[in-house]
């Protein structure tokens, strides 16, 4: 118990030394257990000689047994909310007028750990361009543990989620770009960080990292056929909606909004015979077509998108333009001159009738044996009856 000193003025003399002692408590001492005993010495005999022991001081965290001056654990200890107490051991005889004596105790609580690590949030978030270099910082998380020492000191580690895209400082928990982002592949990630102590057994906690991915344009738009293909008949009405394109830009907000238009038609024409709406990419003929004059139209299309600068995605189009049968045949001449012996022979060929069909094979020229066969006999005069009686196509 150490040697404590009580000097009293006059008879009573405590011999202890010194009169102030220091003593170490751990914070999860339970109550009851001693912390140190006291003792004083009178050299006044029989019922003067008796001597009681209290406490001043101690916020009733502290008792002392008044007989043996044992001082023991009276209330719960916190090193975090009370490291030290200064108790005023009083030792007092029996006599009349009692006398007594006084002595410091200094008692130190000391760390136990007993606290867990406390993250300044529960949930973080922050936000990271896709195009966002490897190595930036994003921020810094911050947990505080109370306790003393190697108790109290805080490491950081990502536990879960992250997919090797993000790093944490374990000292300083800074939290930066590990690899390569990108916003179409995963818009957001979900971290669960983990603040440890060193303790023995260490204690940890948790908390959630939310990181959104922010969107920069950095896709093209794309058609979704390389080329389109789509036949038309030459009598289709104006106006008429021959088919739509579709282009995906899988950007973000107006950095995936498109927008299409025709750049280049061939066979070129003024007014264009093609109309493509910006918005719907529906293509429409706005100009009659003639399959006689242009059998089929190669267009060239763009898609945009709305980012700053914007981005364009290049198709085509070709337009077959399907003929109808709309055109007669034609005689090569109005009216044809000749002169026949009169005594050609029967069946002999006496002219060749030239007739053309601006449409296409299936619907001309002529196929001879369509061609309708005809009595010219009776269109003929002054011609001797044995002329051949019909003509057909040479």
Same mark, same amino acid.
């Given at each position: 118990?150490?040697?404590?000193?009580?000097?009293?003025?006059?008879?009573?003399?405590?011999?202890?030394?010194?009169?102030?002692?220091?003593?170490?408590?751990?914070?999860?001492?339970?109550?009851?257990?001693?912390?140190?005993?006291?003792?004083?010495?009178?050299?006044?005999?029989?019922?003067?000689?008796?001597?009681?022991?209290?406490?001043?001081?101690?916020?009733? &965290?502290?008792?002392?047994?008044?007989?043996?001056?044992?001082?023991?654990?009276?209330?719960?200890?916190?090193?975090?909310?009370?490291?030290?107490?200064?108790?005023?051991?009083?030792?007092?005889?029996?006599?009349?007028?009692?006398?007594?004596?006084?002595?410091?105790?200094?008692?130190?609580?000391?760390?136990?750990?007993?606290?867990?690590?406390?993250?300044?949030?529960?949930?973080?978030?922050?936000?990271?361009?896709?195009?966002?270099?490897?190595?930036?910082?994003?921020?810094?998380?911050?947990?505080?543990?109370?306790?003393?020492?190697?108790?109290?000191?805080?490491?950081?580690?990502?536990?879960?989620?992250?997919?090797?895209?993000?790093?944490?400082?374990?000292?300083?928990?800074?939290?930066?770009?590990?690899?390569?982002?990108? &916003?179409?592949?995963?818009?957001?990630?979900?971290?669960?960080?983990?603040?440890?102590?060193?303790?023995?057994?260490?204690?940890?906690?948790?908390?959630?990292?939310?990181?959104?991915?922010?969107?920069?344009?950095?896709?093209?738009?794309?058609?979704?056929?390389?080329?389109?293909?789509?036949?038309?008949?030459?009598?289709?009405?104006?106006?008429?909606?021959?088919?739509?394109?579709?282009?995906?830009?899988?950007?973000?907000?107006?950095?995936? &909004?498109?927008?299409?238009?025709?750049?280049?038609?061939?066979?070129?024409?003024?007014?264009?015979?093609?109309?493509?709406?910006?918005?719907?990419?529906?293509?429409?003929?706005?100009?009659?077509?003639?399959?006689?004059?242009?059998?089929?139209?190669?267009?060239?299309?763009?898609?945009?998108?709305?980012?700053?600068?914007?981005?364009?995605?290049?198709?085509?189009?070709?337009?077959?333009?399907?003929?109808?049968?709309?055109?007669?045949?034609?005689?090569?001449?109005?009216?044809?001159?000749?002169?026949?012996?009169?005594?050609?022979?029967?069946?002999?060929?006496?002219?060749?009738?030239?007739?053309?069909?601006?449409?296409?094979?299936?619907?001309?020229?002529?196929?001879?044996?369509?061609?309708?066969?005809?009595?010219?006999?009776?269109?003929?005069?002054?011609?001797?009856?044995?002329?051949?009686?019909?003509?057909?196509?040479?």
């Amino acid at each position: 118990a150490g040697a404590w000193g009580f000097d009293y003025k006059g008879k009573f003399t405590v011999f202890f030394a010194p009169d102030s002692v220091t003593k170490s408590v751990p914070e999860d001492a339970e109550v009851g257990s001693n912390v140190t005993v006291v003792s004083a010495t009178d050299k006044d005999s029989s019922f003067n000689k008796e001597i009681r022991y209290s406490l001043r001081g101690g916020e009733g &965290r502290f008792f002392i047994d008044p007989v043996s001056g044992m001082v023991s654990v009276a209330g719960p200890l916190d090193r975090e909310t009370k490291a030290e107490y200064s108790l005023l051991v009083v030792a007092e005889d029996q006599g009349r007028p009692a006398r007594s004596a006084t002595a410091t105790l200094l008692v130190q609580v000391s760390d136990v750990n007993d606290n867990v690590p406390k993250f300044s949030e529960a949930e973080y978030q922050v936000e990271v361009s896709e195009t966002e270099s490897v190595g930036k910082s994003l921020l810094t998380l911050s947990a505080l543990d109370p306790d003393e020492g190697v108790n109290g000191r805080v490491t950081y580690n990502i536990f879960q989620g992250g997919e090797g895209r993000f790093f944490i400082d374990p000292v300083s928990g800074m939290v930066s770009v590990a690899g390569p982002l990108d &916003r179409e592949t995963k818009a957001e990630y979900s971290l669960l960080v983990v603040a440890e102590d060193q303790g023995r057994p260490a204690r940890s906690a948790t908390a959630t990292l939310l990181v959104q991915v922010s969107d920069v344009n950095d896709n093209v738009p794309k058609f979704s056929e390389a080329e389109y293909q789509v036949e038309v008949s030459e009598t289709e009405s104006v106006g008429k909606s021959l088919l739509t394109l579709s282009a995906l830009d899988p950007d973000e907000g107006v950095n995936g &909004r498109v927008t299409y238009n025709i750049f280049q038609q061939s066979p070129s024409s003024d007014p264009a015979v093609f109309e493509l709406d910006s918005s719907s990419g529906t293509l429409r003929l706005v100009q009659a077509l003639d399959h006689n004059e242009v059998k089929e139209y190669s267009l060239k299309v763009q898609a945009s998108d709305g980012g700053s600068p914007s981005l364009v995605g290049n198709g085509s189009v070709v337009v077959k333009v399907k003929d109808v049968n709309n055109n007669p045949p034609e005689f090569s001449k109005e009216r044809y001159d000749l002169a026949v012996p009169e005594n050609l022979a029967s069946g002999a060929s006496i002219l060749t009738l030239e007739v053309t069909d601006k449409d296409e094979v299936s619907h001309g020229p002529c196929d001879p044996a369509a061609v309708e066969r005809i009595n010219i006999s009776e269109h003929l005069e002054g011609i001797s009856s044995n002329l051949p009686s019909t003509w057909t196509q040479g």
